[in-house]
């Protein structure tokens, strides 16, 4: 309903309680319109101020309020939500009367329930005005840095009509645990500050409006998920370890050391991926070397002895500084380590930073957007030098800190052979990836159906990366979101990777779909796909695999 605010639809304990609100904000409307009639008729005229005897009908309207009522008892929602709802329904009947007279009564409707809707939130109780300032955040697009600022805002779920599942925007929403769809088409003008937006981040499913009905159906399935989630935490403490005991590994993607705490509940090995860049995103600007270190000291230290692998800077594409110049390809263009050799006054205060925090316990480190063998080669010079300096200087990590290079671009992968000589492990971005393998734009809603992790091309090349690496014999790794996805996790582990890293929240039914499934399940399941050489046969064999564990509707 336009101008109203946001309602957010509650179950409530106390029905009676509900309905004894609804009436207190009726007489108060009432009190409030005939102190405007009144006003108005010494201010203007009598006939001016008739208007408001129209609305004060309104209030009078028995129909209205007992369907209100009947709603409330019916549905055991709050007052708020059923009154918008059923003042909505109102609404659109005398919109659509042929009569000019009882058309324009639609107005009226809308100003008066308006009025008693403003009443009944600003009377809310505790528990439905948190629930009220809780909101759904519907906007165009938002940048990683948008999203980063949501972090304490009461957001119950995030909309947006430009990005794809694997822009940055929606990897940050899923590290907030909040349902979010991404690359919704005409989403702008479809909804309207005070609609009431259902989201299900599940099925990528954004229902503007919907009805008590369909929001009942919902709980439903809702509590199917929560079930399924809570089977899936009930085991987040067990070893990783396949049903005949093959070991694997589940790590935790954070970009802020408060990330560590849901990172340690749900039991991550440690951390396959920090996202260093997110620092200069949440100052919007470049912190120096001791600000970066006091961060990066503070999540070795909340890691408790756990590994921690800093991916040094990766901004550019759509992470984006104000001072960084505009690019017609960002993704291609001035971006993570090409960046980073360019600007020895960046490169080199991080890693002094890193390495300085690694002082305080395990640390890896690994360059993103390696494109060849001479760029690693001249990242890990610029690493060794530091890190002699920073000896000269008497700081020594407390274990040997080793270099790995992310696996993200197609030539990479192409000589990962001898990238495998240089490097101490590989950790595969996929979501970069299979954006540059496929040439879609990740971030970009008109071609998302286009970038299909399912492509053959994917399965064989992330197969190849792997056995490089096991031929070289340097543990592999992926970070990317296929390996928290419930879907791909089995396949990647079939693959032969044994460490994947994800966001925290993600953690539990990848760890709950892999101790639920033996080494040769997983074994047969790669084979399987990459047998089939087919995109939906491939999806379809991953849903059946996932379902069959966790027991998806
Ligand atoms: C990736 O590309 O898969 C990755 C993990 O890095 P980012 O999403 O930050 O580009
Ligand atoms: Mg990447």
């Excluded at 997110?278 to 070795?300: F, M, T």
């Excluded at 006054?345 to 060849?372: K, T």
């Excluded at 101490?424 to 299909?452: C, E, I, P, W």
Aim: charged residues 25%; hydrophobic residues 45%.
């Amino acid at each position: 309903m336009k101008g109203m605010a946001i309602v957010a639809c509650q179950q409530v304990a106390d029905v009676e309680a509900e309905l004894r609100r609804l009436e207190a904000a009726l007489a108060e409307t009432r009190r409030d319109i005939a102190a405007l009639r009144d006003d108005v008729a010494s201010k203007l005229n009598a006939s001016e101020a008739s208007i408001f005897d129209a609305h004060l009908l309104v209030l009078e309207d028995v129909a209205l309020i007992d369907d209100v009522s009947k709603e409330v008892r019916r549905t055991g929602f709050n007052v708020e939500f059923c009154f918008q709802e059923v003042a909505q329904r109102y609404i659109e009947i005398f919109e659509k009367m042929e009569d000019d007279f009882l058309r324009e009564r639609a107005a009226d409707i809308r100003d008066v329930t308006g009025r008693v809707l403003d009443h009944l939130l600003g009377s809310q109780p505790e528990r439905v005005g948190r629930a009220a300032r809780a909101h759904v955040v519907a906007a165009r697009d938002l940048t990683p840095s948008d999203t980063a600022g949501l972090h304490d805002g009461g957001v119950l779920a995030f909309v947006t009509q430009e990005g794809g599942r694997t822009s940055h925007s929606a990897i940050m929403a899923r590290a907030l645990d909040v349902p979010a769809v991404v690359g919704v088409k005409r989403l702008m003008e479809t909804v309207e500050e005070g609609d009431v937006i259902l989201v299900d981040g599940e099925t990528g499913l954004v229902i503007v409006n919907p009805t008590a009905e369909t929001i009942e159906g919902y709980r439903d399935k809702e509590q199917a998920i929560r079930t399924r989630r809570d089977r899936a935490l009930a085991e987040v403490a067990l070893p990783d370890l396949t049903t005949d005991g093959v070991a694997f590994s589940l790590l935790a993607n954070i970009g802020d050391p408060a990330e560590m705490e849901d990172a340690l509940a749900y039991c991550a090995r440690g951390v396959g991926l920090y996202r260093t860049e997110n620092l200069y995103l949440r100052l919007d600007g470049w912190p120096d070397e001791q600000v970066q270190h006091e961060e990066y000291v503070e999540a070795v230290k909340a890691a408790k002895g756990r590994p921690v692998t800093f991916r040094t800077l990766d901004l550019g594409g759509d992470k984006r500084l104000g001072d960084l110049a505009d690019e017609a390809n960002p993704f291609m263009g001035y971006r993570a380590v090409r960046l980073c050799l360019e600007r020895p006054d960046v490169f080199r205060p991080q890693l002094r930073a890193i390495l300085r925090a690694a002082a305080h316990g395990p640390v890896q480190v690994m360059f993103p957007m390696i494109s060849g063998v001479e760029e690693l080669r001249r990242a890990k010079a610029v690493f060794r030098d530091v890190e002699a300096e920073l000896a000269r200087e008497g700081v020594r990590p407390a274990e040997p800190v080793r270099l790995g290079a992310m696996i993200e671009i197609p030539s990479a992968a192409v000589v990962a052979d001898e990238l495998a000589a240089e490097a101490d492990f590989f950790s595969v971005g996929t979501n970069d990836l299979v954006q540059y393998l496929l040439a879609v734009d990740r971030g970009n809603q008109r071609v998302a159906s286009l970038y299909d992790p399912c492509h053959p091309a994917v399965v064989r090349t992330l197969m190849a990366v792997f056995a490089a690496a096991q031929r070289r014999g340097i543990p592999a790794a992926v970070c990317g979101e296929l390996g928290g996805d419930p879907l791909w996790a089995p396949l990647l582990i079939g693959l032969g990777v044994h460490e994947l890293s994800m966001t925290p929240a993600a953690l539990p039914e990848a760890r709950f779909v892999l101790r639920h499934s033996s080494s040769a399940e997983l074994r047969a399941l790669a084979a399987a796909v990459v047998a089939s050489a087919d995109a939906g046969r491939t999806r379809a064999l991953l849903q059946e695999f996932a379902s069959a564990r966790l027991k998806l509707r």
